[in-house]
């Protein structure tokens, strides 16, 4: 997915912005980069690869090499950013994130058009910037662009530029499944994806933009160039996942809806007399322990932590690009407490079930250090669909979903006509592929947060949300 930080100031503001950027680096972790803009030089530019390194290695002392009252910096998980743009209106550095899934045909009717050329990147992909610049192009003003360049996307982009005269133009994408959320402080204003990003700065909540909303903004006012849409569709998974847990989006924390989720998770079973007979239970860390909270909290059973993941070297296991590699480090990470695993009936929760990869690893972990009972939770509903919206499950065949593949191995391609019923626990079907789950993990039960659930937990109508990847419901 990606994020972006951007601040126009009366003062220097590299730094801040290195920080701001750096509170996003759980968004993304393929590229990174920053573009500041001062007087005597103009605009100036670094972006590096982060594949291997978090973002703050690459930009140590960034403040020694660019300088300006404005800059922007964005994490992206796919095209190098910012850009910088020479044009009609002016120069400027863009950034984006989300995903264009027709980028192709874009591309292919902005040539046939005859306007000009794009620099083409591996893979004969066109920079997602490039292509939104240039469609802003064909218009008579930026915002009348961004509109346009929002309207044939397919897909969700949320856009942010720094002009030459130290202007922000920053637009939500057109759905709302994104966040943005502008700043203020006595020398200026800021954007951020992440509304703790800034609070750590100094700034203060100014305003959340709408669905499709576009600001231009100064170090001294905001102005909106298009109010946007009422309607949303706020992408429901970064509160179960990708959010931090300090970040707030439409007035709901993260960390306490992920509580709230566990807690009505285990509400749940005690209503339908599933609760297992437990000693302990536990998040799978980092991002499932809070929804476990709420699960100890609503059951009343104890929570503990049987195993801790050691970090300090390696923070994130999806960092190496083999999967081999990835899956190596996972488990080098789990570090045992046995006293907490031997002999117990231990439940784990996580933030979600997608590939699964690494649950059996660490089943046959928990097993080897002598835990007698093994049950699992997920804290979202089966994801059955790739997300074509914010491309967050780092996947290209759906056929790699956990839930998908089973599926399609209890009943072939006949049993996606019955997705809805593999979903619902309740059903014979939900039940099948929640027992086969099971066998092949080795878990000793398995269960998912229905969908009425992770809604009700969030508090805003169903309507508002983003839930294609467990509904296919666009």
């Excluded at 897909?155 to 922000?168: E, T």
């Excluded at 239970?281 to 050691?310: E, L, W």
């Excluded at 997920?378 to 593949?405: D, G, H, V, W």
Aim: charged fraction near 25%; charge should be neutral.
């Amino acid at each position: 997915m990606g994020g972006f930080f951007g601040i126009t100031s009366k003062k220097q503001c590299v730094l801040d912005v290195f920080f701001g950027v750096d509170y996003h680096s759980h968004l993304g972790n393929a590229r990174a980069g920053m573009a500041a803009l001062n007087d005597e030089e103009g605009f100036q530019r670094e972006i590096h690869n982060i594949e291997n390194s978090p973002f703050r290695t690459k930009f140590d002392n960034i403040s020694n090499r660019l300088s300006g009252n404005a800059c922007i910096g964005c994490i992206s998980d796919q095209d190098p950013q910012p850009l910088l743009i020479k044009s009609k209106f002016g120069m400027y550095a863009i950034a984006m994130v989300g995903s264009i899934n027709n980028n192709n045909e874009l591309v292919d009717s902005y040539l046939n058009s005859g306007y000009g050329i794009f620099q083409s990147m591996s893979g004969n992909k066109v920079n997602s910037s490039e292509l939104i610049a240039a469609m802003i192009e064909e218009k008579d003003s930026v915002h009348e662009g961004i509109k346009y360049a929002q309207s044939v996307i397919k897909g969700a982009a949320s856009i942010l530029l720094l002009f030459d005269n130290g202007h922000l133009i920053v637009a939500r994408d057109k759905d709302g499944r994104l966040p943005i959320k502008i700043g203020k402080n006595k020398d200026g204003f800021c954007v951020s994806f992440e509304s703790f990003a800034y609070e750590k700065l100094g700034y203060s909540d100014y305003k959340e933009l709408k669905s499709g909303e576009i600001c231009d903004i100064s170090n001294t006012e905001v102005k909106v160039l298009f109010e946007g849409y009422d309607e949303m569709k706020m992408c429901a998974f970064l509160w179960a996942y990708y959010g931090y847990p300090n970040a707030t989006y439409e007035g709901k924390n993260v960390e306490i809806f992920r509580m709230d989720n566990g807690r009505i998770m285990a509400e749940t079973e005690i209503k339908n007399g599933t609760l297992p007979k437990l000693d302990y239970v536990s998040g799978v860390p980092d991002s499932g322990t809070p929804h476990a909270i709420g699960y100890a909290n609503g059951s009343g059973i104890p929570f503990a932590r049987p195993f801790i993941k050691y970090t300090p070297a390696w923070a994130r296991s999806f960092i190496p690009s083999n999967q081999s590699e990835r899956k190596k480090i996972a488990k080098m990470k789990q570090i045992p407490i046995v006293e907490l695993i031997k002999g117990k009936n231990l439940l784990f929760v996580d933030d979600s079930i997608v590939r699964g990869t690494q649950l059996g690893e660490t089943v046959d972990f928990l097993y080897n250090n002598g835990a007698k009972s093994v049950h699992m939770r997920s804290a979202c509903p089966p994801i059955m669909y790739k997300c074509k919206y914010l491309n967050f499950s780092r996947t290209n065949n759906e056929m790699e979903l956990l839930a998908r593949k089973v599926i399609f191995e209890l009943e072939g391609e006949e049993g996606f006509k019955y997705i809805e019923e593999y979903a619902d626990g309740t059903t014979e079907r939900g039940k099948n592929l929640r027992n086969t789950i099971c066998k092949q993990m080795k878990f000793d039960s398995l269960e998912f947060q229905t969908l009425e659930g992770i809604v009700k937990a969030i508090g805003l109508p169903p309507c508002k949300l983003c839930t294609y990847c467990w509904n296919g419901k666009e």
